[in-house]
Protein backbone atom coordinates (compact mmCIF):
# COMPACT_ATOMS: atom_id res chain seq x y z
CA UNK A 1 0.00 0.00 0.00
CA UNK A 2 1.12 3.52 -0.92
CA UNK A 3 -0.23 6.60 0.71
CA UNK A 4 0.53 9.80 -1.07
CA UNK A 5 -0.20 12.53 1.96
CA UNK A 6 -1.16 16.40 1.94
CA UNK A 7 -0.89 17.11 -1.65
CA UNK A 8 -3.25 19.26 -3.74
CA UNK A 9 -4.93 16.70 -5.45
CA UNK A 10 -5.91 17.93 -8.84
CA UNK A 11 -8.38 15.66 -10.68
CA UNK A 12 -10.38 16.98 -13.59
CA UNK A 13 -12.40 13.53 -14.22
CA UNK A 14 -14.16 14.44 -10.92
CA UNK A 15 -13.94 17.72 -10.67
CA UNK A 16 -11.50 17.64 -7.61
CA UNK A 17 -9.23 19.98 -6.33
CA UNK A 18 -8.33 20.75 -2.91
CA UNK A 19 -6.09 19.50 -0.30
CA UNK A 20 -6.21 15.27 -0.25
CA UNK A 21 -4.87 12.31 0.33
CA UNK A 22 -5.01 9.47 -2.33
CA UNK A 23 -4.51 5.92 -0.84
CA UNK A 24 -3.33 3.30 -3.22
CA UNK A 25 -3.69 -0.61 -2.70
CA UNK A 26 -3.00 -3.43 -4.95
CA UNK A 27 -2.38 -1.72 -8.36
CA UNK A 28 -5.48 0.84 -7.88
CA UNK A 29 -7.06 3.79 -6.33
CA UNK A 30 -8.10 2.50 -3.08
CA UNK A 31 -9.34 5.86 -1.63
CA UNK A 32 -8.58 9.80 -2.07
CA UNK A 33 -9.84 12.26 0.89
CA UNK A 34 -8.88 14.05 3.52
CA UNK A 35 -6.45 12.33 6.53
CA UNK A 36 -6.70 8.55 5.11
CA UNK A 37 -5.09 6.26 7.65
CA UNK A 38 -1.69 5.42 7.13
CA UNK A 39 -1.57 1.89 9.00
CA UNK A 40 1.10 -0.34 6.99
CA UNK A 41 1.43 1.99 3.73
CA UNK A 42 4.47 3.91 2.63
CA UNK A 43 4.06 6.86 2.76
CA UNK A 44 4.80 9.65 -0.18
CA UNK A 45 4.66 13.51 1.28
CA UNK A 46 3.45 15.68 -1.31
CA UNK A 47 2.89 18.72 1.01
CA UNK A 48 2.79 21.79 -1.47
CA UNK A 49 2.66 19.70 -4.29
CA UNK A 50 0.21 18.91 -7.41
CA UNK A 51 -0.89 15.34 -7.33
CA UNK A 52 -2.45 14.67 -10.45
CA UNK A 53 -3.49 11.24 -12.46
CA UNK A 54 -0.60 9.97 -14.37
CA UNK A 55 -0.23 12.10 -17.60
CA UNK A 56 -1.07 10.71 -20.71
CA UNK A 57 0.44 11.75 -24.21
CA UNK A 58 -1.00 10.99 -27.10
CA UNK A 59 2.16 11.95 -29.69
CA UNK A 60 5.53 10.75 -29.08
CA UNK A 61 7.96 9.04 -31.90
CA UNK A 62 10.12 6.42 -29.72
CA UNK A 63 11.87 5.29 -33.11
CA UNK A 64 11.94 1.87 -31.97
CA UNK A 65 12.15 -0.49 -34.52
CA UNK A 66 15.30 1.26 -36.93
CA UNK A 67 16.71 4.13 -35.01
CA UNK A 68 17.61 3.29 -32.12
CA UNK A 69 20.25 5.06 -31.58
CA UNK A 70 17.67 7.73 -31.42
CA UNK A 71 15.74 6.18 -29.04
CA UNK A 72 14.31 2.64 -27.88
CA UNK A 73 10.86 2.01 -25.98
CA UNK A 74 13.07 1.95 -22.93
CA UNK A 75 14.70 5.25 -23.15
CA UNK A 76 11.75 6.89 -24.47
CA UNK A 77 9.42 5.28 -21.41
CA UNK A 78 12.31 6.68 -19.50
CA UNK A 79 12.19 9.76 -20.40
CA UNK A 80 8.12 9.78 -20.26
CA UNK A 81 8.45 8.55 -16.73
CA UNK A 82 11.11 11.36 -15.66
CA UNK A 83 8.45 14.21 -17.69
CA UNK A 84 4.87 12.91 -15.33
CA UNK A 85 3.64 10.79 -18.40
CA UNK A 86 2.60 7.33 -17.71
CA UNK A 87 1.14 6.76 -20.86
CA UNK A 88 2.33 7.01 -24.13
CA UNK A 89 1.25 6.69 -27.58
CA UNK A 90 3.88 5.66 -30.00
CA UNK A 91 4.17 6.63 -33.60
CA UNK A 92 4.45 4.43 -36.54
CA UNK A 93 6.88 6.09 -38.28
CA UNK A 94 9.48 3.45 -37.89
CA UNK A 95 12.03 1.57 -39.52
CA UNK A 96 9.98 -0.81 -40.89
CA UNK A 97 7.16 1.14 -40.35
CA UNK A 98 3.98 0.00 -38.16
CA UNK A 99 1.66 -0.99 -41.02
CA UNK A 100 1.83 -4.70 -40.10
CA UNK A 101 0.22 -6.62 -36.76
CA UNK A 102 3.82 -7.95 -36.12
CA UNK A 103 5.39 -4.66 -35.98
CA UNK A 104 2.71 -3.44 -33.19
CA UNK A 105 3.07 -6.59 -31.61
CA UNK A 106 7.19 -6.38 -31.71
CA UNK A 107 6.16 -2.89 -29.74
CA UNK A 108 3.84 -4.19 -27.17
CA UNK A 109 6.61 -6.96 -26.31
CA UNK A 110 9.33 -4.43 -25.68
CA UNK A 111 6.93 -1.88 -23.92
CA UNK A 112 6.38 -5.15 -22.11
CA UNK A 113 9.67 -6.09 -21.16
CA UNK A 114 11.32 -3.07 -21.03
CA UNK A 115 9.10 -0.27 -21.54
CA UNK A 116 8.80 2.22 -17.84
CA UNK A 117 5.43 3.37 -18.62
CA UNK A 118 2.20 2.27 -20.54
CA UNK A 119 3.26 2.10 -24.61
CA UNK A 120 0.04 2.48 -26.70
CA UNK A 121 1.20 2.06 -30.00
CA UNK A 122 -0.36 3.52 -33.31
CA UNK A 123 -0.64 1.97 -36.69
CA UNK A 124 0.30 3.69 -39.75
CA UNK A 125 -2.74 4.27 -42.15
CA UNK A 126 -1.10 2.88 -44.96
CA UNK A 127 1.28 0.43 -46.10
CA UNK A 128 4.97 1.81 -45.92
CA UNK A 129 2.88 5.59 -44.81
CA UNK A 130 2.99 6.11 -48.70
CA UNK A 131 -0.55 7.26 -48.77
CA UNK A 132 -1.83 4.74 -51.33
CA UNK A 133 -2.63 1.08 -50.09
CA UNK A 134 -4.57 1.10 -46.67
CA UNK A 135 -3.52 -1.33 -43.78
CA UNK A 136 -5.24 -4.38 -42.47
CA UNK A 137 -6.54 -2.55 -39.52
CA UNK A 138 -8.54 -5.33 -38.03
CA UNK A 139 -5.04 -7.37 -37.59
CA UNK A 140 -3.56 -4.27 -36.29
CA UNK A 141 -6.42 -3.27 -33.99
CA UNK A 142 -6.20 -7.08 -33.05
CA UNK A 143 -2.35 -6.88 -32.07
CA UNK A 144 -3.20 -3.85 -29.92
CA UNK A 145 -2.76 -0.47 -31.82
CA UNK A 146 -5.21 2.11 -30.56
CA UNK A 147 -5.66 4.25 -33.32
CA UNK A 148 -4.18 5.14 -37.23
CA UNK A 149 -1.84 7.47 -38.70
CA UNK A 150 0.55 8.69 -41.34
CA UNK A 151 2.32 11.05 -38.99
CA UNK A 152 5.49 12.79 -40.46
CA UNK A 153 3.05 13.28 -43.74
CA UNK A 154 -0.11 13.71 -44.64
CA UNK A 155 -2.59 11.06 -47.00
CA UNK A 156 -2.73 12.99 -49.70
CA UNK A 157 -4.96 11.49 -51.92
CA UNK A 158 -8.68 12.62 -50.30
CA UNK A 159 -10.48 8.85 -51.73
CA UNK A 160 -7.96 6.89 -49.55
CA UNK A 161 -8.39 9.10 -46.30
CA UNK A 162 -12.01 8.67 -47.38
CA UNK A 163 -11.93 4.97 -47.45
CA UNK A 164 -9.55 4.95 -44.18
CA UNK A 165 -12.52 6.59 -41.83
CA UNK A 166 -14.46 4.26 -43.30
CA UNK A 167 -12.77 1.59 -42.46
CA UNK A 168 -11.99 2.52 -38.65
CA UNK A 169 -15.57 2.80 -38.48
CA UNK A 170 -15.73 -0.38 -37.95
CA UNK A 171 -13.07 -0.37 -34.60
CA UNK A 172 -14.06 2.76 -33.71
CA UNK A 173 -10.44 3.38 -33.26
CA UNK A 174 -9.31 7.66 -33.90
CA UNK A 175 -7.75 8.58 -37.61
CA UNK A 176 -4.66 11.10 -36.35
CA UNK A 177 -4.25 13.38 -39.22
CA UNK A 178 -0.95 15.18 -40.08
CA UNK A 179 -2.82 18.14 -41.69
CA UNK A 180 -0.15 19.41 -44.40
CA UNK A 181 -0.77 19.73 -48.06
CA UNK A 182 2.46 18.45 -49.89
CA UNK A 183 2.20 21.02 -52.39
CA UNK A 184 1.78 23.95 -50.67
CA UNK A 185 4.63 22.85 -48.01
CA UNK A 186 6.72 21.64 -51.01
CA UNK A 187 10.91 22.93 -49.84
CA UNK A 188 9.43 24.93 -46.86
CA UNK A 189 11.56 24.65 -43.62
CA UNK A 190 9.70 27.14 -41.44
CA UNK A 191 6.60 29.02 -41.38
CA UNK A 192 6.04 31.29 -44.37
CA UNK A 193 5.97 35.06 -43.26
CA UNK A 194 8.35 38.13 -42.23
CA UNK A 195 10.52 35.71 -40.05
CA UNK A 196 11.28 33.36 -43.24
CA UNK A 197 11.77 36.60 -45.60
CA UNK A 198 14.05 38.05 -43.72
CA UNK A 199 15.66 34.55 -43.11
CA UNK A 200 16.11 34.15 -46.60
CA UNK A 201 14.53 30.36 -45.80
CA UNK A 202 11.28 29.38 -48.38
CA UNK A 203 8.36 28.92 -45.88
CA UNK A 204 5.38 26.90 -45.63
CA UNK A 205 1.93 29.12 -44.98
CA UNK A 206 -0.31 28.71 -42.82
CA UNK A 207 -3.15 27.43 -45.75
CA UNK A 208 -0.58 24.32 -46.17
CA UNK A 209 -1.95 22.89 -42.99
CA UNK A 210 -5.84 24.82 -42.87
CA UNK A 211 -6.74 22.93 -46.54
CA UNK A 212 -5.98 19.69 -45.43
CA UNK A 213 -7.95 20.24 -42.10
CA UNK A 214 -10.85 21.41 -43.70
CA UNK A 215 -10.64 18.92 -46.51
CA UNK A 216 -10.67 16.20 -43.66
CA UNK A 217 -12.93 17.83 -41.31
CA UNK A 218 -15.30 17.32 -44.62
CA UNK A 219 -14.40 13.30 -44.58
CA UNK A 220 -14.96 12.87 -40.78
CA UNK A 221 -18.55 14.77 -41.90
CA UNK A 222 -19.17 12.26 -44.79
CA UNK A 223 -17.85 9.08 -43.09
CA UNK A 224 -19.43 9.56 -39.95
CA UNK A 225 -15.80 8.16 -38.33
CA UNK A 226 -13.65 10.07 -35.46
CA UNK A 227 -10.74 12.42 -36.47
CA UNK A 228 -8.12 13.24 -34.65
CA UNK A 229 -5.99 16.30 -35.59
CA UNK A 230 -2.64 16.11 -34.68
CA UNK A 231 -0.08 19.25 -33.90
CA UNK A 232 -2.47 21.98 -34.88
CA UNK A 233 -0.60 25.05 -35.08
CA UNK A 234 -2.75 27.68 -37.17
CA UNK A 235 -5.35 30.38 -36.00
CA UNK A 236 -7.24 28.91 -39.49
CA UNK A 237 -6.92 25.53 -38.47
CA UNK A 238 -8.47 25.71 -34.88
CA UNK A 239 -11.36 28.05 -36.30
CA UNK A 240 -11.60 25.01 -38.62
CA UNK A 241 -12.12 22.67 -36.06
CA UNK A 242 -14.23 24.79 -33.60
CA UNK A 243 -16.72 25.24 -36.29
CA UNK A 244 -17.14 21.45 -36.76
CA UNK A 245 -17.18 20.76 -33.91
CA UNK A 246 -20.31 22.90 -33.29
CA UNK A 247 -21.75 21.28 -35.71
CA UNK A 248 -21.37 17.77 -34.38
CA UNK A 249 -18.82 16.58 -36.33
CA UNK A 250 -16.56 14.01 -34.38
CA UNK A 251 -13.15 15.50 -34.50
CA UNK A 252 -10.51 16.31 -31.68
CA UNK A 253 -7.58 17.97 -31.52
CA UNK A 254 -4.00 18.62 -30.11
CA UNK A 255 -1.03 21.17 -29.86
CA UNK A 256 2.25 20.55 -28.92
CA UNK A 257 3.70 22.46 -25.75
CA UNK A 258 6.20 24.94 -28.46
CA UNK A 259 3.58 25.48 -30.58
CA UNK A 260 1.70 27.24 -27.49
CA UNK A 261 5.15 28.94 -26.07
CA UNK A 262 7.13 29.79 -29.26
CA UNK A 263 6.78 31.60 -32.76
CA UNK A 264 8.81 32.20 -35.73
CA UNK A 265 10.44 35.04 -34.31
CA UNK A 266 12.44 32.37 -31.98
CA UNK A 267 13.87 30.56 -34.84
CA UNK A 268 16.13 33.95 -35.69
CA UNK A 269 19.12 32.45 -35.14
CA UNK A 270 18.98 29.44 -37.31
CA UNK A 271 19.05 26.73 -34.10
CA UNK A 272 17.82 23.45 -36.22
CA UNK A 273 16.42 22.41 -32.91
CA UNK A 274 14.04 24.96 -33.26
CA UNK A 275 12.78 23.22 -36.95
CA UNK A 276 9.55 21.37 -36.52
CA UNK A 277 6.74 20.49 -38.54
CA UNK A 278 4.24 21.69 -38.71
CA UNK A 279 6.35 24.87 -38.15
CA UNK A 280 6.68 27.30 -35.35
CA UNK A 281 4.28 30.04 -36.14
CA UNK A 282 3.33 33.50 -36.22
CA UNK A 283 2.36 35.17 -32.15
CA UNK A 284 -1.18 35.39 -33.65
CA UNK A 285 -1.19 31.96 -33.88
CA UNK A 286 0.18 31.05 -30.86
CA UNK A 287 -2.33 33.13 -29.23
CA UNK A 288 -5.55 31.47 -31.23
CA UNK A 289 -3.96 28.30 -30.05
CA UNK A 290 -4.14 29.20 -26.20
CA UNK A 291 -7.94 30.26 -27.59
CA UNK A 292 -8.71 27.15 -28.24
CA UNK A 293 -7.45 25.26 -24.90
CA UNK A 294 -9.93 27.27 -22.99
CA UNK A 295 -12.76 27.56 -25.26
CA UNK A 296 -12.43 23.44 -25.41
CA UNK A 297 -11.86 23.53 -29.74
CA UNK A 298 -8.46 21.85 -28.68
CA UNK A 299 -8.88 18.63 -26.68
CA UNK A 300 -5.07 17.66 -25.31
CA UNK A 301 -1.32 18.96 -25.41
CA UNK A 302 1.36 16.10 -26.46
CA UNK A 303 4.61 16.81 -27.29
CA UNK A 304 5.30 15.22 -30.79
CA UNK A 305 8.98 14.23 -28.81
CA UNK A 306 10.83 13.62 -32.16
CA UNK A 307 14.16 12.74 -31.05
CA UNK A 308 16.65 13.01 -33.87
CA UNK A 309 20.65 12.24 -34.20
CA UNK A 310 22.75 15.14 -32.88
CA UNK A 311 24.64 14.62 -36.17
CA UNK A 312 21.55 14.81 -38.21
CA UNK A 313 20.41 18.24 -36.55
CA UNK A 314 24.32 19.72 -36.80
CA UNK A 315 23.65 20.12 -40.39
CA UNK A 316 22.33 23.89 -42.39
CA UNK A 317 19.09 24.72 -41.43
CA UNK A 318 17.46 23.45 -44.49
CA UNK A 319 19.32 20.47 -44.33
CA UNK A 320 18.32 19.23 -40.71
CA UNK A 321 14.86 16.81 -39.97
CA UNK A 322 11.94 18.19 -38.05
CA UNK A 323 11.46 17.60 -34.46
CA UNK A 324 12.25 18.12 -30.95
CA UNK A 325 12.09 15.74 -28.35
CA UNK A 326 9.74 17.26 -25.51
CA UNK A 327 9.37 14.29 -23.05
CA UNK A 328 11.18 15.97 -19.85
CA UNK A 329 10.29 19.56 -20.80
CA UNK A 330 6.71 19.37 -21.48
CA UNK A 331 5.40 19.83 -18.06
CA UNK A 332 7.44 22.23 -15.83
CA UNK A 333 7.32 24.26 -19.84
CA UNK A 334 3.75 24.19 -19.59
CA UNK A 335 3.88 25.03 -15.96
CA UNK A 336 6.24 27.90 -16.23
CA UNK A 337 4.59 29.79 -19.42
CA UNK A 338 0.95 29.11 -19.26
CA UNK A 339 -0.11 28.25 -15.24
CA UNK A 340 2.23 30.73 -13.55
CA UNK A 341 1.34 33.32 -16.34
CA UNK A 342 -2.47 32.89 -15.15
CA UNK A 343 -3.20 31.34 -19.00
CA UNK A 344 -4.00 28.20 -17.79
CA UNK A 345 -5.40 27.64 -14.00
CA UNK A 346 -3.49 23.97 -12.93
CA UNK A 347 -7.02 21.93 -13.43
CA UNK A 348 -7.30 22.98 -16.93
CA UNK A 349 -3.66 21.72 -17.81
CA UNK A 350 -3.69 18.71 -16.17
CA UNK A 351 -7.10 18.02 -18.19
CA UNK A 352 -5.38 18.58 -21.12
CA UNK A 353 -2.84 15.57 -20.61
CA UNK A 354 -5.37 13.58 -19.20
CA UNK A 355 -8.92 13.61 -19.58
CA UNK A 356 -8.58 15.17 -23.07
CA UNK A 357 -5.91 12.96 -24.58
CA UNK A 358 -7.82 9.91 -22.77
CA UNK A 359 -11.28 10.53 -24.26
CA UNK A 360 -9.75 11.40 -27.75
CA UNK A 361 -8.25 7.86 -27.63
CA UNK A 362 -11.12 6.56 -26.28
CA UNK A 363 -9.27 5.26 -23.11
CA UNK A 364 -9.98 4.53 -19.51
CA UNK A 365 -7.01 6.14 -18.13
CA UNK A 366 -6.45 9.69 -16.85
CA UNK A 367 -8.17 9.79 -13.90
CA UNK A 368 -7.74 8.86 -10.16
CA UNK A 369 -11.38 7.67 -9.16
CA UNK A 370 -11.40 4.86 -7.32
CA UNK A 371 -10.88 1.53 -8.53
CA UNK A 372 -8.82 2.76 -11.58
CA UNK A 373 -5.45 1.88 -12.13
CA UNK A 374 -3.29 3.80 -10.34
CA UNK A 375 -1.10 6.09 -12.42
CA UNK A 376 -0.20 9.06 -10.90
CA UNK A 377 2.16 12.32 -11.15
CA UNK A 378 3.22 14.36 -8.47
CA UNK A 379 4.52 17.59 -9.57
CA UNK A 380 6.40 20.64 -7.08
CA UNK A 381 4.58 23.57 -9.00
CA UNK A 382 7.39 25.68 -7.30
CA UNK A 383 10.48 24.99 -7.06
CA UNK A 384 13.24 26.20 -9.57
CA UNK A 385 15.28 24.04 -11.90
CA UNK A 386 17.69 24.15 -15.06
CA UNK A 387 16.78 21.81 -17.72
CA UNK A 388 19.93 20.15 -18.14
CA UNK A 389 19.83 18.40 -21.37
CA UNK A 390 23.46 15.68 -20.39
CA UNK A 391 20.41 14.58 -17.62
CA UNK A 392 17.82 13.47 -19.66
CA UNK A 393 16.73 9.85 -20.12
CA UNK A 394 16.59 10.26 -23.71
CA UNK A 395 19.27 8.93 -26.13
CA UNK A 396 19.14 12.49 -27.74
CA UNK A 397 19.59 15.86 -27.37
CA UNK A 398 17.43 18.04 -29.56
CA UNK A 399 15.98 20.21 -27.15
CA UNK A 400 15.74 24.44 -27.84
CA UNK A 401 15.34 24.08 -23.92
CA UNK A 402 18.92 23.56 -22.71
CA UNK A 403 20.05 25.88 -19.91
CA UNK A 404 16.49 27.58 -19.41
CA UNK A 405 15.24 27.93 -15.75
CA UNK A 406 11.70 26.85 -15.04
CA UNK A 407 10.04 26.52 -11.69
CA UNK A 408 8.22 23.49 -12.02
CA UNK A 409 9.50 19.79 -11.45
CA UNK A 410 7.85 16.16 -12.09
CA UNK A 411 9.71 14.98 -8.33
CA UNK A 412 7.03 11.61 -7.84
CA UNK A 413 5.30 9.17 -10.08
CA UNK A 414 3.38 5.83 -9.65
CA UNK A 415 2.58 3.86 -12.50
CA UNK A 416 0.01 0.52 -12.39
CA UNK A 417 0.77 1.55 -8.19
CA UNK A 418 4.76 0.85 -8.30
CA UNK A 419 6.59 3.76 -7.07
CA UNK A 420 8.53 4.38 -10.33
CA UNK A 421 10.01 8.11 -9.53
CA UNK A 422 11.00 8.91 -6.40
CA UNK A 423 11.87 12.53 -5.88
CA UNK A 424 12.88 12.85 -9.36
CA UNK A 425 15.06 9.93 -9.29
CA UNK A 426 14.09 6.58 -11.72
CA UNK A 427 14.36 3.24 -8.87
CA UNK A 428 16.11 0.36 -10.62
O1 LIG B 1 8.63 17.70 -36.31
C1 LIG B 1 8.22 16.59 -36.61
N1 LIG B 1 8.97 15.48 -36.42
N2 LIG B 1 7.00 16.47 -37.16
C2 LIG B 1 6.53 15.31 -37.61
O2 LIG B 1 5.40 15.29 -38.09
C3 LIG B 1 7.37 14.09 -37.58
C4 LIG B 1 8.40 14.18 -36.54
C5 LIG B 1 9.47 13.12 -36.63
O3 LIG B 1 9.15 11.96 -36.80
O4 LIG B 1 10.65 13.46 -36.49
Redesign the pocket.
Known sequence: MLLIKGGRVVDPANNLDGVADVLVKRGKIEAVGPNLKSGEATVCDATGKIVAPGLIDMHA?L?QPGREDEETIRTGTRAALRGGFTTVCA?P?TEPCADTASVIQLVTALAAAEGAVSVLPIGAITKGREGKEIVEMGELVAAGAVAFSD???SVGAAEVMRRALEYSRMFDVPIIA?C?DGSLALGGTMHEGCSSTRMGLRGMPAAAEDVMVARDICLAELTGARLHV??LSSAGSVELVRQAKRRGVRVTCEVTPHHLILSDCDLLFYDTNL????PLRSARDRDALRDGLLDGTIDAIAT?H???ARHEKEVEFVDA????IGLETALPLLVEHLVTTDVLSPTQLIEKLTTGPAAALGISAGTLSVGAVADITVIDPAVSVTIDVNAFESCSRNTPFDGVRVSAAVTDVIVDGAWLLKDGEIEG
Not at 275 to 278: A, F, G, I, Q
Open positions: HRMNDGTHEAHKVNPDAPHPFGM
